[in-house]
Each structure stands twice: as C-alpha cells, then as structure tokens.
C-alpha cells in the first residue's frame, strides 16, 4: 500500500438541527437541501455534501489521492463538471445540465462539437419504459461521454446540427468520504455506512445519508458500549478504498449494517451477512419481528452495495444491509422520479427508529449467569412477584422467568428475548430488575 490520506476533521458549532425531530420532517429537510448537488464518486459535489453535513455532526473529512492501489483497484482519477447542453440550431439549449444533472452520463469527458442528430444518438440514454422521467448512467473506468433524457424528449428530436458541449475535467486528484467515530467503553466497533456518490437522486442515497446522520446525532449525546464508526463514502470504490486503508484496524468491527434507500413507502427490507447468523442479523431479525408492521429478510447476495464489499470472503465482517423497498424494487430507481417528493418523513422516521432499537439491543446484548439456579428463586421475597396468587402471569413475569431459566451463561439477552417472543424493552427492564435485585450476574 503506498499514498496518504488527508483529513480535516469538522469544525462547525451545534448542530443546525436535531433531525430525529418532527417524525422525520427534518431528514426530509436535508434530503432536500442535498438533492441539487452533483455528486459522483469524487469531484467537488461529495465535499459540498460533507460540507453541508458538518452543520449537523463534526465529521473528519478525508481525501485519498489519485493513482492509489486499494486491493484489486486503482483510486480514479477526480471528475467536477461545471456545465453541460445540447443546443439546437437555433441556439436553445434542448438538454441542460443546469435543469436536472441526471442529463448527463456521469463521468463524462470534455467535449465541444457540432454534429448531426444520427451522430448524437450514440450517445443518447432514455428509459422507453418511464418515457416521462430522466435515467441515472455511468461510465466511470470507460472514458466516454453522453445525455440522459426522457425517452418522449429523445423520440421528439428533430434532424439538425447541434452544438454538443460537456464542461468538464477528469484529472488527477482525491476521492473524498467523511468519516465519524463515537467512541464508547469498548474498543469494539460498529460500523454504519451510506454511500454519497449519487447525484440527484433521493431515496438511492440520501435518505441513507439522512438516516445516518440523525443516528449519528443520537448516538452522540448517549453513554456508549460499543464504538461507533459512522461512513459517508462513494459507493464500491470508496468501501474498497477504505478498507484497504484500515486492513490492520478491521477485526474491530464487532457488528455493522448499511443504510440505502430507506426513506421509501416500503416496509423494512434486512438483507443478512454473508456469515448469515451473525448477532447483528440477529438483531435486524428480531426487532423487525417485534415491530408489529409487515417486513421481508433477505438472504446474503455478493450483489448489491457495500455490504458486498464488506462481506467479501477476504474481509467477512459482519454487515447486513437495511433498506426499505430494495434497489431495483422500485420504478423510481435510478430515475429522475426518485426525488424529494418520493421520500416520506415517515419512512425516515420508521427507519431511524428501528436502528435506534437494534442499536440498543446490540448494546445491552450480554450473557448472565442465574444466582439462584436451583429451582425457580422466590421472586416474591425480592419485591418482583405479585403477592396475590392465581392470576395469569403478565408479560413482565414471563420476562423473569425466562431470563432466570435461559441465564446460564451460554445464552444472551438476546437469545432469550427471541424464544420468549417478548418485547425488547420489557425484556430490558426485568434484566435491570433481575441484576438490581442479584439474581443475575454477568457471565463475562
């Protein structure tokens, strides 16, 4: 490994805003704020994004250069676009990059030329299926250039000399991601990532920027177990690049998900490790389950986002992948139609919820060891039992009772609270009842 990184750690004041407020209102406000900007996997749009994200959390910013070898890959070269149209003879600009920047192909190199509509059509990219929206293309390891349109404006081209012009620069510089770590008693990690190399397009990209920021706020102001490691990174080559940066910190990394396209009006979508039994998919599993509302588990695929890159067999961590509607799922995906307006607080708000709460289940996940394993302890003499016999037990009393029958020091909190199909929080409150009174004692 040869090259350096260079980090500018953030230096904004409070918080602009606390974004778990209003029930995902102000996510929506930031998802808003960013759908403009013009990012790809590096350029000038990825440090307007972070900058615009130092408001909100004290990120250190970090830049990797051009040329640096990461694995199997090479750190491209940065691409910034200033301009880009397609004008017609009589001057009017007929595709325009200032009116949505999905027109153009993103990585396109530098042209300024005149040619006739049949030369133009190569280079041309519409959905048939969705006449009405603008598709997302990419052409970032091939140098070429192109437009994206709707498929109605593209059919609607007359025959003329057009003037095709893409202001842009594809030269060497960095590739940019933000990183924030919250430190807790452990030096264990959990990692949560998003990806910030998408352009305008909503519910791919920033609803997980969204989320990962206003879980990041949260985490911040609490007492943690676990260090927490939060990635605004480009998509494939940024998870690549900073894996190959932190090869000898990686078995760390006790648990970690990824957040895309969480902002939809899907239900929750977990999509397992490749180790597929890890506690964190364990834990998606069992606060889903426990939501009451509809959701899908999906197995391990080497396709998809950044858990790919995480969970390749080299590395093998245990990160799953949080969505709503998965990519692809949606007629929206990679669409001009994938704006602000497709986004719901709701969803945001859902989805920050239900991390928070995986999040806490993963924290006070532990083995106990039953004080009193000799026959059911008399809970009554302990102030934890009813003195009025007869009546059914509540869920609380099954609490209990589960917990001092599975606490042998083999099984977890978690574990119990999965065969006991009980929810997280009344199984929390009788462990802090169980350990307050000593009859459960950490096994470790």
Request: charged content about 20%.
């Amino acid at each position: 490994m040869h090259g350096t990184t260079r980090g500018k750690a953030g230096t904004s004041a409070a918080p602009a805003a606390d974004l778990s407020a209003d029930h995902g209102e102000a996510m929506h406000r930031l998802v808003t704020e960013l759908y403009p900007l013009c990012r790809s996997i590096t350029g000038d749009g990825v440090r307007q994004t972070l900058a615009a994200l130092l408001d909100y959390i004290p990120l250190n910013v970090c830049e990797v250069p051009s040329g640096m070898e990461v694995f199997d890959w090479t750190v491209p070269q940065e691409w910034n676009i200033r301009d880009a149209y397609i004008k017609n003879s009589a001057g009017e600009r007929v595709v325009d990059f200032r009116a949505h920047n999905l027109h153009v192909v993103g990585y396109s190199t530098p042209i300024n030329a005149r040619m006739t509509l049949a030369e133009l059509r190569p280079h041309l990219f519409s959905d048939p299926a969705h006449p009405d929206w603008i598709p997302y293309r990419t052409s970032y390891y091939k140098e070429t250039w192109g437009f994206c349109l709707s498929h109605r404006q593209l059919e609607a081209l007359p025959e003329d000399d057009y003037q095709v012009v893409i202001d842009s620069s594809l030269e060497p510089g960095h590739l940019t991601y933000g990183e924030l770590v919250l430190r807790g008693s452990s030096t264990e990690e959990v990692l949560i990532s998003c990806h910030v190399c998408h352009p305008s397009l909503a519910n791919d990209n920033l609803s997980g920027i969204a989320v990962a920021t206003a879980l990041a706020q949260q985490l911040a102001a609490r007492e943690l177990r676990y260090t927490y490691r939060l990635l605004f990174i480009p998509g494939t080559i940024g998870a690549i690049t900073w894996a190959a940066l932190r090869q000898a910190h990686l078995g760390k990394i006790k648990h970690g998900f990824v957040l895309t396209c969480v902002g939809d009006g899907g239900h929750p979508t977990y999509k397992v490790s490749r180790r597929g039994n890890a506690e964190i998919d364990q834990a998606w599993r069992y606060v889903l389950q426990q939501s009451g509302a509809a959701f899908e588990i999906l197995p391990f695929s080497p396709f998809g986002y950044d858990e790919r890159q995480f969970c390749s067999p080299g590395l093998n961590l245990p990160v799953g992948c949080l969505m709503r509607t998965p990519h692809g799922k949606f007629p929206e995906y990679h669409t001009s139609a994938d704006n602000p307006s497709f986004v719901r607080p709701e969803g945001l708000h859902d989805t920050l919820q239900l991390a928070l709460t995986t999040i806490d289940v993963i924290e006070n996940n532990r083995r106990y060891r039953n004080q009193k394993p000799m026959c059911e302890p008399r809970l009554g003499k302990y102030g934890l039992y009813s003195s009025i016999g007869g009546q059914s037990a509540s869920d609380y009393q099954m609490a209990l009772l589960w917990l001092l029958n599975m606490s042998d020091g083999d099984h977890t909190v978690l574990d119990i609270a999965e065969r006991a199909a009980l929810p997280w929080d009344l199984i929390k409150q009788a462990t802090q009842a169980l350990l307050a009174a000593e009859l459960l004692k950490a096994a470790d």
